[in-house]
């Protein structure tokens, strides 16, 4: 039998991730000011083994060999994130130039091989100094957000058209601010949901000041981690636990951008929680974009558990597949949310902005990385997106995560993400075979199955 190719667009772009913290390091040089992940990672206790991002991929100095490596890979697009406090020290006031001046050369980096750059404005590192102020929870904060993006438009806007304004506001409010499992560690699920709602209104500000660099090119969006939630059975408390659920992470961001309004049952559950609301918010917040980022990784199986947050809690598949974030690998899911977005919101454009799996990858003697179950993963990803475009999603692109091994959060180092293997003590970067095979599917906008 011959092999079958699934053939994207011609314009589809191809790209990889990373976010600033992950795998900038140089966390206290040139200016740059405290960010509450340099906080965080330096309290102990805080993150697997004690790692922090204080070098992390050394990539603010290696730049210049990661959009090499961009370059072997064949990338059509790359998606990084800006350091707020790299930027603006203390999160507002004066700006620092040499940090702004690491991007301009990076961007410049990125043009010369032909490789589009898509900007996250904020993907987590807030400056310390702001969470002085109480952080996203003090809604002053949309307001020195919007300037903050105005001062990073107009440096970098000439040559960046994509934008991102958030990444993952559900993970910023609820692990940050309601399990404290993230910077700035808080558990207060009240301040969680006020929270999400300062960060939709700062994306609905940031939109606008992007609108008015007033060049057409400018093509803005926001990026959700989006999951299909689904019942573990035909209860009716385990179908309305996955109703909370889907409300709490998908429509409670979802709803407000493309419909102006958050969803009743998740308002009326949430109760003396509910953000606080002034008029007029919600018409910035639903300011007119030009896409979803979609964050996919895996799916939710839910059941009904009153001890827990939200009164629920998520089940593991008897005879799944498991990455080594034990999130189960269900590629089906990345159609179903496609689909799931396209109807229910219309958005403009789709891109996948985050999507990859956690191996324990190591090297062999010969020198190779043999991530084969990353390859596997990958491409039954790709061809469920290829079969939700041709049904009538509007997919642009796919971006994923990550372009090398990073610090993974919560648990530093311990997990490996990255297409490049990342031998942390001497900073040798070593594409996987799944790199090799990446840029193959690039190379031909196919995927052979
Ligand atoms: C997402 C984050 C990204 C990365 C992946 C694994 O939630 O946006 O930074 O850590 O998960």
């Not at 109760?271 to 974009?289: H, Q, T």
């Not at 896409?291 to 939200?310: C, E, H, L, W």
Request: hydrophobic share 35%; glycine share 8%.
């Amino acid at each position: 039998m011959s092999e079958e190719i699934l053939k994207f667009p011609d314009d589809f772009l191809w790209g990889a991730a990373t976010a600033s913290y992950q795998i900038e390091g140089a966390y206290n040089e040139d200016g740059k000011g405290e960010s509450i992940w340099d906080r965080f990672a330096h309290t102990p206790g805080k993150i697997y083994r004690g790692d922090t991002g204080d070098v992390a991929c050394d990539h603010y100095h290696r730049y210049r060999e990661d959009v090499e490596n961009m370059k072997k890979l064949a990338l059509k697009a790359y998606r990084f994130s800006i350091s707020w406090p790299r930027v603006i020290p203390q999160g507002k006031g004066p700006a620092n130039d040499a940090g702004l001046d690491f991007y301009d050369r990076l961007v410049d980096e990125l043009l010369k091989e032909g490789i589009e750059p898509f900007i996250t404005l904020y993907h987590w590192d807030l400056p310390q100094a702001l969470q002085e102020e109480g952080g996203w929870a003090n809604r002053d904060l949309a307001g020195y957000f919007a300037d903050y993006v105005a001062l990073v438009a107009h440096r970098l806007g000439d040559r960046v058209h994509h934008w991102i304004t958030h990444n993952e506001p559900w993970v910023t409010s609820f692990l940050g601010y309601g399990l404290g499992v993230h910077a700035p560690g808080i558990k207060d699920l009240a301040s969680a949901v006020q929270v999400s709602h300062h960060l939709l209104l700062s994306h609905g500000r940031a939109v606008e000041v992007l609108r008015d660099l007033g060049d057409e090119r400018t093509v803005v969006g926001i990026t959700l981690n989006l999951s299909p939630i689904h019942p573990a059975s035909e209860k009716e408390e385990d179908k309305r636990a996955a109703e909370r659920y889907d409300g709490n992470l998908n429509r409670w961001f979802l709803d407000p951008i493309f419909k102006g309004t958050y969803p009743p049952d998740m308002w009326k559950y949430y109760g003396d929680k509910v953000p606080k609301v002034l008029a007029g918010d919600m018409s910035v917040i639903s300011k007119r974009i030009d896409f979803v980022g979609v964050n996919y990784y895996t799916r939710s199986i839910v059941k009904a558990d009153p001890k827990q947050m939200f009164g629920l809690s998520t089940l593991k598949v008897e005879g799944a597949e498991y990455t080594d974030m034990e999130w189960e690998v269900y590629p089906r899911g990345i159609y179903e949310i496609l689909k799931r977005v396209q109807d229910d919101y219309d958005p403009e454009a789709i891109y996948i902005t985050e999507n990859g799996a956690a191996f324990p990858d190591e090297v062999d003697e010969d020198g190779k990385v043999r991530d084969f179950r990353r390859i596997n993963y990958l491409k039954e990803h790709f061809a469920f997106a290829h079969r939700a475009m041709k049904e009538g999603v509007k997919l642009k692109g796919y971006f994923v995560w990550s372009l090398m091994d990073n610090f993974e959060w919560a648990y530093g180092y311990s997990k490996r993400f990255g297409l490049i293997y990342l031998d942390y003590p001497t900073q040798k970067r070593i594409f996987k075979e799944s790199a090799h095979w990446y840029r193959k599917v690039i190379e031909k906008n196919g995927v052979e199955r």
